[in-house]
């Protein structure tokens, strides 16, 4: 997958690129590609990232893509620069299994770009946009269960609290009453149906930027793709796959994920407050830092970027670097982890 927030733009090599990565000289810049590193792309998307990686230095990069798409129309790509670039379809979250099976131990930097592609959003076929009439799908993967499954199939409280929790939507429980009274009369399956249900709810002024189905959408597909345990566990991959000095790069575009990487970033950097300087010290206190934080907030696009793209508004963009001590335990408590208790069953 790709940026939710990419534009066009062409490339030298390998052909043109379809879409070129928000904060891409940002991302690039903090990664600082190096002639014979090894750098990680967990989203490949259209390569964007890729490219630049691959044109700013002499490196090898690992690209990892669950959208089989993705990897495919990589083709060019990996022709142009042939054994500096591995494509592997996958999760980030299992780029530890990737990497060994790819004979790369350790990385000089690894790239989060998170969201759903420009591509995806605008092929109807895929089901991830109401601008477009397409089936509710909204797979990544192209595997599992669908968006439509989704709806159809859970219960309205389920419903709700999939909307209320992954999309911060505070008319969950109507749009979820909704949902499930139109699917007594027949089947939801397209976006459009599902779009109209939702502003049949919330309504819609003629002057409203944000269509009213927005974060209703958002928390269908964060839930069918299971995004937010994807990035949890691709962070804790990265601590453990980056040698000291490396660099982790993640891009957000909505505050569950930026929560999550400010979280997970403050907690191994030794930023997090102690409740009370007169509490005692845990051993959390007193492990060594795992990063070194490269910014103190996180880093937003300009005003340029966000006129010529304007799905770039909502990035953000968080950095550190790998110090040499071990890596915390992978425990989620503490970092913000939206917590869902819904029967998939």
């Not at 000291?244 to 505050?255: I, K, P, R, Y």
């Not at 997090?272 to 010290?281: D, E, G, L, Q, Y």
């Given at each position: 997958?790709m940026t939710n927030?990419?534009a066009?733009?062409t490339?030298t090599a390998?052909?043109p ?6 904060l891409l000289s940002q991302?690039?810049?903090a990664?600082e ?17 890729s490219r630049?990686?691959?044109e ?8 990892i893509d669950k959208?089989?798409d993705a ?11 042939a054994d500096r ?6 999760t980030?979250s299992?780029m530890?299994t990737i990497?060994a099976a ?9 790239t989060f770009d998170l969201?759903v592609?420009?591509?995806?959003l ?5 089901g991830?946009?109401f601008?477009s009439d397409g089936p ?10 669908s968006?439509a499954d989704v709806v ?10 999939i909307?209320?929790v ?7 429980r109507?749009i979820?009453h909704?949902i499930?009274a139109?699917r ?8 459009s149906?599902l779009?109209?249900?939702v ?10 930027k944000?269509?009213?189905?927005t ?7 964060l839930f069918?793709?299971?995004e937010m345990d994807?990035?949890v ?15 982790l790069v993640?891009?957000?575009f909505h505050?569950?994920?930026?929560r999550?990487v400010?979280?997970f ?5 030794g930023k997090t407050?102690?409740p009370?300087r ?7 206190d007193?492990?060594a830092p795992?990063?070194?934080l490269?910014?103190?907030r ?5 005003t ?6 304007p799905r770039a508004?909502s990035?953000?963009?968080r950095?550190g670097?790998r110090t ?5 335990p992978?425990?989620?408590?503490g ?5 869902l208790?819904?029967n998939?069953s």
């Amino acid at each position: 997958m790709m940026t939710n927030g990419s534009a066009m733009g062409t490339g030298t090599a390998g052909g043109p690129v379809r879409h070129v990565p928000v904060l891409l000289s940002q991302i690039i810049d903090a990664l600082e590609p190096r002639a014979n590193g090894i750098y990680i792309d967990g989203t490949f998307g259209a390569g964007g990232t890729s490219r630049a990686l691959l044109e700013r230095a002499d490196c090898i990069v690992l690209a990892i893509d669950k959208d089989p798409d993705a990897i495919a129309g990589g083709s060019d790509l990996k022709a142009a620069f042939a054994d500096r670039l591995t494509l592997a379809q996958g999760t980030f979250s299992d780029m530890e299994t990737i990497a060994a099976a790819n004979s790369v131990e350790r990385a000089d930097g690894i790239t989060f770009d998170l969201g759903v592609s420009s591509m995806q959003l605008d092929e109807a076929p895929r089901g991830f946009s109401f601008q477009s009439d397409g089936p509710l799908d909204m797979r990544m993967s192209q595997e599992g269960p669908s968006a439509a499954d989704v709806v159809n199939s859970l219960s309205e409280s389920d419903l709700t609290q999939i909307i209320r929790v992954l999309g911060e939507e505070r008319r969950a429980r109507a749009i979820a009453h909704a949902i499930v009274a139109a699917r007594e009369d027949s089947k939801i399956a397209r976006t459009s149906e599902l779009a109209n249900i939702v502003v049949s709810v919330l309504g819609r002024r003629p002057d409203e930027k944000k269509h009213p189905a927005t974060r209703t959408f958002q928390a269908l597909r964060l839930f069918v793709n299971g995004e937010m345990d994807e990035l949890v566990r691709g962070l804790f991959a990265a601590e453990r796959l980056l040698g000291e000095g490396g660099q982790l790069v993640v891009v957000t575009f909505h505050s569950l994920e930026d929560r999550i990487v400010k979280r997970f970033l403050a907690s191994r950097s030794g930023k997090t407050a102690r409740p009370s300087r007169h509490a005692p010290v845990s051993a959390e206190d007193e492990r060594a830092p795992s990063f070194r934080l490269l910014h103190r907030r996180a880093v937003s696009p300009g005003t340029d970027e966000v006129r010529r793209n304007p799905r770039a508004r909502s990035a953000r963009l968080r950095t550190g670097e790998r110090t040499s001590a071990p890596p915390f335990p992978a425990e989620v408590d503490g970092l913000g982890v939206p917590k869902l208790s819904v029967n998939t069953s």
